[in-house]
């Protein structure tokens, strides 16, 4: 039996593709990078995504070209890509950033156009679907992780098309893994239940700052640090997970671990409480959708189509940053901002800058990643902080309307 099938069948049996257990989605995705693209190869993506995710690019030997944005939600603009850009890429990859879906329909009619693959990036969107087909099921390959929904820190998926490449990226995988360690098993088994002892002891505020005062986050900022002289010298190495190690496996460091039954049987268990997750996340996306910061496109989607279980509500915000510091007091300690954008972060000689990163800045200057879980409790801290929301800026480059982007696709369930 492959290592990790059990769990690969269950995550089979949710979208109907062949998966590939991995232990975690950014190990799924240098596989699929890996797979399908060669060195050298130029691949579209969000600026406004992990920095994470641009070191796995990276790593794969691949020069990432970002893409302008759609200000609503922070995923690719198909209609703002230019011809040019386009007649140069390689590869899509997508983000579906916050479990929002990217323009995938589009992105794969242009990708099928240009006979290029399309790498969909669904860390952040089991259960998002469109007009009820999974994101997951769209592109090429598509890479899940567990940390995100399941809270399980650890555990991801690679799903494709027939079982003959699922064999295939198999073996890439085991070649991949490092071996298990029973010390790391235990940590990766508890830390997540340490995690939910805080939350329900309401102990957020007095962890985080002890962790912020000792000096024990793995980033000062919202981004890691370049370190852009080593980076470089990686570079000569690439392809090469082993060269990138140090940027790719920074939040998981087990990222690429050979996790025994003790792991995997959790995981198993967290998987099977999946549907529980997702009706959760939708009652807490319901609730933030009917306040004044969320954007009115997802406003709109959810009152015509019911609220989807996303990752994270992006809600609009002023004074973002000083807001993220005085949730804390609030107990409420917010991920996965992306701020700057990869283009400003990296620069020109690690990323194809955006031929327009305006959207991209705003957005990602002025999102609040809002956990559907914590709904009541961060409505109520905005509430009181009388925190105003931010609306984009109108486009003045074009004469068309506010939305120039493409519009969102339908969140259909
Ligand atoms: C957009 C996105 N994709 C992929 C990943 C990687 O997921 P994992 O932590 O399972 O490797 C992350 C991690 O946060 C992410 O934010």
Same mark, same amino acid.
């Given at each position: 039996?492959?290592?990790?099938?059990?769990?690969?069948?269950?995550? =089979?049996?949710?979208?109907?593709?062949? +998966?590939?257990?991995?232990?975690?989605?950014?190990?799924?995705?240098?596989?699929?990078?890996?797979?399908? +693209?060669?060195?050298?190869?130029?691949?579209?993506?969000?600026?406004?995504?992990?920095?994470?995710?641009?070191?796995?690019?990276?790593?794969?030997?691949?020069?990432?070209?970002? *893409?302008?944005?759609?200000?609503?939600?922070?995923?690719?603009?198909?209609?703002?890509?230019?011809?040019?850009?386009? !007649?140069?890429?390689?590869?899509?990859?997508?983000?579906?950033?916050?479990?929002?879906?990217? !323009?995938?329909?589009?992105?794969?009619?242009? +990708?099928?156009?240009?006979?290029?693959?399309?790498?969909?990036?669904?860390?952040?969107?089991?259960?998002?679907?469109?007009?009820?087909?999974?994101?997951?099921?769209?592109?090429? @390959?598509?890479?899940?992780?567990?940390?995100?929904?399941?809270?399980?820190?650890?555990?991801?998926?690679?799903?494709?098309? #027939?079982?003959?490449?699922?064999?295939?990226?198999?073996?890439?995988?085991?070649?991949?893994?490092?071996?298990?360690?029973?010390?790391?098993?235990?940590?990766?088994?508890?830390?997540?239940?340490?995690?939910? @002892?805080?939350?329900?002891?309401?102990?957020?505020?007095?962890?985080?700052?002890?962790?912020?005062?000792?000096?024990?986050?793995?980033? #000062?900022?919202?981004?890691?640090?370049?370190?852009?002289? %080593?980076? *470089?010298?990686?570079?000569?190495?690439?392809?090469?997970?082993?060269?990138?190690?140090?940027?790719?496996?920074?939040?998981?460091?087990?990222?690429?671990?050979?996790?025994?039954?003790?792991?995997?049987?959790?995981?198993?268990?967290?998987?099977? /409480? /999946?549907?529980?997750?997702?009706?959760?996340?939708?009652?807490?996306?319901?609730?933030?959708?009917?306040?004044?910061?969320?954007?009115?496109?997802?406003?709109?989607?959810?009152?015509? #189509?019911?609220?989807?279980?996303?990752?994270?509500?992006?809600?609009?915000?002023?004074?973002?940053?000083?807001?993220?510091?005085?949730?804390?007091?609030?107990?409420?300690? =917010?991920?996965?901002?992306? #701020?700057?954008?990869?283009?400003?972060?990296?620069?020109?000689?690690?990323?194809?800058?955006?031929?327009?990163?305006?959207?991209?800045?705003?957005?990602?200057?002025?999102?609040?990643?809002?956990?559907?879980?914590?709904? %009541?409790?961060?409505?109520?801290?905005?509430?009181?902080?009388?925190?105003?929301?931010?609306?984009?800026?109108?486009?003045?480059?074009?004469?068309?309307?506010?939305?120039?982007?493409?519009?969102?696709?339908?969140?259909?369930?």
């Amino acid at each position: 039996m492959p290592y990790g099938s059990r769990l690969a069948a269950m995550m =089979t049996r949710r979208v109907g593709r062949e +998966c590939v257990y991995t232990p975690s989605a950014r190990l799924a995705l240098y596989l699929a990078l890996r797979r399908w +693209c060669r060195p050298g190869a130029r691949v579209l993506m969000s600026p406004v995504n992990d920095d994470v995710i641009l070191f796995v690019v990276l790593a794969a030997g691949l020069r990432p070209v970002q *893409a302008p944005v759609s200000r609503w939600d922070g995923n690719i603009d198909p209609a703002a890509v230019p011809e040019s850009t386009w !007649r140069g890429v390689d590869a899509v990859l997508t983000t579906n950033l916050y479990g929002i879906p990217d !323009r995938v329909v589009e992105l794969r009619r242009r +990708c099928d156009a240009l006979g290029i693959p399309l790498i969909e990036d669904a860390a952040h969107a089991i259960g998002t679907h469109i007009n009820g087909q999974p994101i997951g099921t769209f592109g090429t @390959a598509a890479a899940f992780s567990l940390s995100k929904h399941v809270a399980a820190m650890a555990g991801g998926f690679l799903a494709v098309d #027939d079982a003959r490449t699922r064999r295939e990226l198999e073996l890439l995988r085991d070649d991949l893994l490092t071996p298990r360690r029973l010390h790391a098993d235990l940590a990766t088994t508890l830390r997540p239940l340490a995690r939910s @002892a805080v939350r329900t002891l309401h102990l957020v505020r007095p962890v985080w700052r002890t962790l912020q005062r000792l000096n024990l986050l793995e980033r #000062d900022d919202f981004r890691m640090a370049l370190h852009a002289p %080593r980076l *470089a010298g990686s570079a000569r190495r690439a392809p090469s997970l082993a060269a990138y190690e140090p940027w790719v496996r920074v939040d998981l460091h087990g990222f690429r671990s050979r996790h025994g039954a003790l792991v995997r049987g959790q995981l198993e268990l967290r998987m099977a /409480l /999946l549907d529980g997750d997702l009706a959760r996340r939708r009652a807490g996306v319901q609730m933030l959708s009917d306040t004044t910061w969320a954007t009115p496109a997802l406003r709109e989607r959810t009152a015509h #189509d019911g609220p989807p279980p996303l990752f994270r509500v992006p809600l609009l915000v002023h004074d973002r940053d000083t807001l993220l510091e005085r949730l804390v007091d609030h107990g409420v300690v =917010t991920g996965y901002v992306y #701020d700057p954008p990869l283009d400003d972060y990296a620069g020109a000689e690690f990323v194809e800058p955006s031929p327009d990163p305006s959207a991209a800045r705003w957005f990602a200057a002025h999102t609040l990643p809002a956990d559907p879980l914590l709904a %009541r409790r961060i409505t109520d801290a905005l509430t009181r902080e009388r925190v105003p929301p931010a609306h984009p800026p109108r486009v003045t480059r074009t004469a068309e309307p506010d939305t120039t982007t493409t519009p969102p696709a339908p969140l259909g369930q």
